[in-house]
Antibody
Framework: EVQLLESGGGLVQPGGSLRLPCAASGFTFSSYAMSWVRQAPGKGLEWVSGISGSGSSTFYADSVKGRFTISRDNSKNTLYLQMNSLRTEDSAVYYC?????????????????WGQGTLVTVSS | DNQMTQSPSSLSASVGDRVTITCRASQDSSNYLNWYQQKPGKAPKLLIYDASNLETGVPSRFSGSGSGTDFTFTISSLQPEDIATYYCQQYDNLPLTFGGGTKVEIK
């Protein structure tokens, strides 16, 4: 059974940093691209960042480019999101999601499995 | 970016009704479109991939159609457990983008 478990969320001041891990199990982690998707309170879904199965290719939404870094440790079956220079508008539930393909947005790409999410609140 | 416009943003229907949601892409997206269901406080769940393919285990009352810029999601007979918000998502190009969501309620 595929399981994705995010952690690391919490309250942080504007300008601060936070690192979100997502522990994966139940599948061959390195064979699938992974993404982070966030949802601000009462709002819709926003794709944040994606990474290929090998970790060699990374992709970002313009809203986080230069501030967030996605990475993965395939030996530990763990996905990460390093968030720096946080802004109040980054407050959201952050989900890690498993893609169906090796590279984000490749043909037949879809998010078949999601974690339960971790809440990040950026506030002074 | 490929903007996804969903309509309506909310709807109220009776149990047993046919419910239809539309999603329009700002760019030709071929059939590179997925549909998700999200219940309050829960993570999204994949229902339809590649515009019309039903995910394993999803009830057959859910269906999708369309290609290019216009897509449709249908619940053939609304059930109480279908109360949720539904999102379309394109993967024709990066950044991946979602529609704004359609909240479905029971009348």
């Amino acid at each position: 059974e595929v399981q994705l478990l995010e952690s690391g969320g919490g309250l942080v001041q504007p300008g601060g940093s936070l690192r979100l891990p997502c522990a994966a199990s139940g599948f061959t982690f390195s064979s699938y691209a992974m993404s982070w998707v966030r949802q601000a309170p009462g709002k819709g879904l926003e794709w944040v960042s994606g990474i290929s199965g090998s970790g060699s290719s990374t992709f970002y939404a313009d809203s986080v480019k230069g501030r967030f870094t996605i990475s993965r440790d395939n030996s530990k079956n763990t996905l990460y999101l390093q968030m720096n220079s946080l802004r109040t508008e980054d407050s959201a539930v952050y989900y890690c999601a498993k893609e169906s393909v090796l590279i984000p947005a490749a043909r037949q790409s879809h998010f078949g499995h999601w974690g339960q999410g971790t809440l990040v609140t950026v506030s002074s | 970016d490929n903007q996804m416009t969903q309509s309506p943003s909310s709807l109220s229907a009776s149990v047993g009704d046919r419910v239809t949601i539309t999603c329009r892409a700002s760019q030709d997206s071929s059939n590179y479109l997925n549909w998700y269901q999200q219940k309050p406080g829960k993570a999204p769940k994949l229902l339809i991939y590649d515009a019309s393919n039903l995910e394993t285990g999803v009830p057959s009352r859910f269906s999708g159609s369309g290609s290019g810029t216009d897509f449709t999601f249908t619940i053939s007979s609304l059930q109480p457990e279908d109360i949720a918000t539904y999102y379309c998502q394109q993967y024709d190009n990066l950044p991946l983008t979602f529609g704004g969501g359609t909240k479905v309620e029971i009348k």
